[in-house]
């Protein structure tokens, strides 16, 4: 079946820092990725959905210069966080799909961000 | 904007049937509705996914009423392993892209 690799698993950073998360589409070409971020016992919040090649599209009450997507190729989309703040500590969570006809979505592990 | 209700928690017994509600009263025409879950600090779990007919597979059933505003996710033999936050999604069209409109999700407890 379909697998996304998402690294790191967990990240500890001094605020003030970047921080950059990959998220790699291993056996299919993701033509689509979508970033979310969840907060403790809180359901999946997109930030932003990128197509391979072009700009990502933000959540309304994303910030993009703080949350930085690229989607270079088929198989690798990365979020940056520039400038981290404790409350930017969360869990991020990377989610690939094949198109918009394709009726798969499947997540990476998740990357566990803590900003002290 | 969640398009899904679904209760906070749920309990099963071990070897039962676990039945998941969900709302989407306002769910459009060609929106499907999707089913994930996701154990304490992973990735989510795709389960099953339709739009208007019922839908089985290996690991569960879903039953969706003929208005569409309501499912029904069928854990037939639930075991400790599928103690999980259960998601109800609804998939929404956003320009060229499809994406997944999260509800708060169902909190399954399977007892022994």
């Known amino acids: 079946g379909a697998v996304v690799s998402q690294h790191p698993s967990w990240v500890i950073c001094k605020s003030g820092t970047s921080v950059k998360i990959e998220c790699r589409s291993l056996?299919?070409?993701?033509?689509?990725m979508f970033w979310y971020r969840q907060f403790p016992k809180q359901s999946l919040m997109l930030m932003a959905t990128?197509?391979?090649?072009?700009?990502?599209?933000?959540e309304q009450g994303v910030e993009k210069d703080k949350f930085l997507i690229n989607h270079a190729s088929l198989t690798l989309s990365t979020l940056t966080v520039t400038s981290a703040h404790p409350e930017d500590s969360s869990f991020y969570i990377c989610?690939?799909?094949?198109?918009?006809?394709?009726?798969?979505?499947?997540f990476g592990s998740g990357t566990r961000l803590t900003v002290v | 904007d969640a398009k899904t209700t679904q209760p906070p928690s749920m309990d099963c017994a071990e070897g039962r049937a676990a039945n998941l509600p969900c709302n989407h009263s306002?769910?459009?025409?060609?929106?499907?509705v999707y089913w994930y879950r996701q154990i304490h600090s992973q990735g989510p779990q795709y389960i099953i996914h339709?739009?208007?007919?019922?839908e089985t597979n290996e690991m569960a059933s879903l039953i969706i009423t003929e208005d569409r505003k309501s499912s029904t996710l069928i854990l037939p033999h639930a075991t400790l392993r599928d103690t999980a936050v259960y998601y109800c999604?609804?998939?929404?069209?956003?320009?060229?892209?499809?994406?997944?409109?999260w509800g708060l999700g169902t909190s399954l407890a399977v007892n022994p």
């Open positions: 339709g739009l208007k007919n019922n």
């Open positions: 990128s197509n391979e090649g072009s700009k990502a599209t933000y």
């Open positions: 989610s690939a799909t094949q198109g918009a006809r394709n009726y798969g979505y499947t």
């Open positions: 056996d299919f070409q993701a033509t689509t």
């Open positions: 306002t769910i459009s025409g060609n929106e499907y």
């Open positions: 999604i609804v998939r929404v069209r956003a320009g060229n892209n499809r994406k997944l409109i």
